[in-house]
């Protein structure tokens, strides 16, 4: 008998290791640090592209209009996209009429802040007595449109889980704008403020849009406007006056920091607080995730379990966000050294100051995807109220005595006090329901 070649069993390693990375590669965590981390790396890189492309006055300008259409997308958040969050957790056999139903509203208040923030570019030249441009209204109002509906094409991706989508759009976006930026360059085109901005409006809109069409057309019924506007007012009826608090808040601390101490003071605060900006990136990618996971454990295991969900969370989160936080507060005087150059060490006290501010936000943000999931979003305004109150009433004798470091612990003392309210009103109403 002639003896038969034995056969080959295909190991399956290779197999195996690509479904691991393919599994891997679509954690929800993984796509929101990845998403956020295009966000904010484009956010920080387009600012120097264009700062040393269209000089100082004109940057300045184009810094201006970035702070009206922020201002303009936190509103936008706080009405769409953040009860969109906790909202999509629920009722997913109707997903698509709902996705399509939120993005038509987002289309909607994303033209009203468009005509909002050209009202107030158009006021801001007129306070500062100077012609109305023209092209930085339009290209600011456009701005306006492309973003927030950026914004809620993003927020959609993650609760539906394809966040990757979203990673890929983002990424596109981030490479886009240089290449605009280095086009409208080698035809000749003047590089001013406008131009930064429609070609920040112009790489939103061209990467979102297709995603956004497919969000549109999927398979649904009739679009739901009343109950879905009637249950994102549920929850975002307290948000929105809130960015208006937190937003007035910061302004004032600076513009005060500005007219007490100059402009060197204000530039290694700035610098204090890109540093420990880098862990607020890391909370900021959260909320991808955190908003709709804590609904859906409130939805299915009521108050116990998003307590339960929220104190894992915590665990998880809380001793990566302390390790970065020590590695940055430590050794800031060397950080400031090696990123922003000598003249910046002498600001390592408000480095170390303003990492007990990113902590207390750690928790506050906790706290309030609490109060988040359970839609009622009181409790978190009235926190933001009382640590404005608190803010305001400490800020001038606090600058006044301990100078730039006296403003970095204005804002700690401001993010403290809203998380330790909060955390007290989240205790006891535990207390009370347990």
């Known amino acids: 008998m002639v003896p038969q070649a034995p056969v080959i069993q295909p190991l399956g390693d290779e197999?195996?290791?690509?479904?691991?990375?393919r599994r891997f590669a679509r954690r929800p965590a993984l796509a929101s640090l990845l998403d956020q981390a295009a966000v904010s790396g484009f956010g920080f890189v387009s600012g120097i592209v264009t700062a040393r492309l269209v000089g100082i006055e004109e940057f300045g300008l184009f810094v201006l209009i970035l702070i009206v259409t922020a201002f303009a997308q936190g509103l936008h958040n706080a009405l769409v996209t953040a009860p969109m969050m906790t909202l999509a957790a629920q009722g997913r056999r109707s997903a698509a009429t709902y996705d399509a139903t939120v993005l038509a509203a987002a289309l909607l208040a994303a033209l009203i802040a468009a005509a909002g923030v050209a009202l107030a570019l158009v006021g801001i030249f007129a306070l500062r007595h100077h012609a109305?441009?023209?092209?930085?209204?339009?290209?600011?109002?456009?701005?306006?449109?492309?973003?927030?509906?950026?914004?809620?094409v993003r927020r959609t991706l993650f609760a539906r889980g394809r966040g990757l989508v979203a990673v890929a759009m983002d990424t596109a976006r981030a490479v886009a704008f240089p290449l605009v930026?280095?086009?409208?360059?080698?035809a000749g085109l003047r590089l001013d403020a406008a131009l930064a901005?429609?070609?920040?409006?112009?790489?939103?809109?061209?990467?979102a849009a297709p995603v956004a069409y497919g969000i549109w057309r999927a398979p649904r019924r009739a679009l739901r406007l009343k109950p879905v506007v009637r249950r994102h007012w549920g929850i975002g009826r307290w948000m929105f006056p809130l960015v208006f608090v937190t937003f007035g808040q910061e302004q004032v601390a600076w513009i005060l920091a500005g007219i007490m101490l100059g402009d060197e003071a204000i530039g290694g605060l700035r610098a204090a607080q890109y540093l420990v900006g880098f862990v607020i990136i890391l909370l900021t990618a959260t909320e991808n995730i955190l908003p709709t996971a804590a609904a859906r454990a409130y939805e299915t295991g009521g108050e116990r379990g998003l307590r339960a969900y929220l104190a894992k969370a915590a665990l998880t989160l809380g001793p990566a966000v302390a390790l970065l936080l020590l590695a940055i507060a430590l050794p800031a005087g060397t950080w400031l050294t090696l990123v922003f150059g000598p003249a910046f060490a002498d600001y390592a006290a408000s480095v170390r100051i303003l990492a007990l501010a990113v902590?207390?936000?750690?928790?506050?943000?906790?706290?309030?995807?609490?109060?988040?999931?359970?839609q009622d979003?009181?409790?978190?305004?009235?926190?933001f109220v009382v640590s404005l109150v608190v803010s305001l009433a400490i800020m001038l004798p606090l600058i006044a005595y301990a100078g730039i470091a006296g403003a970095a612990l204005v804002i700690t003392i401001g993010h403290a006090v809203s998380a330790t309210h909060l955390i007290l009103t989240l205790r006891r109403r535990s207390a009370g329901s347990g």
């Open 15 to 21: 197999a195996g290791l690509l479904a691991r990375a």
């Open 132 to 152: 109305v441009e023209i092209g930085v209204v339009v290209a600011g109002a456009g701005l306006t449109v492309a973003q927030n509906l950026q914004l809620t």
């Open 181 to 186: 930026l280095g086009a409208a360059w080698w």
């Open 197 to 207: 901005t429609a070609a920040l409006a112009g790489t939103a809109l061209v990467t």
């Open 359 to 374: 902590g207390c936000i750690f928790l506050r943000d906790l706290a309030t995807q609490y109060f988040r999931a359970i």
């Open 377 to 383: 979003t009181g409790p978190v305004f009235r926190a």
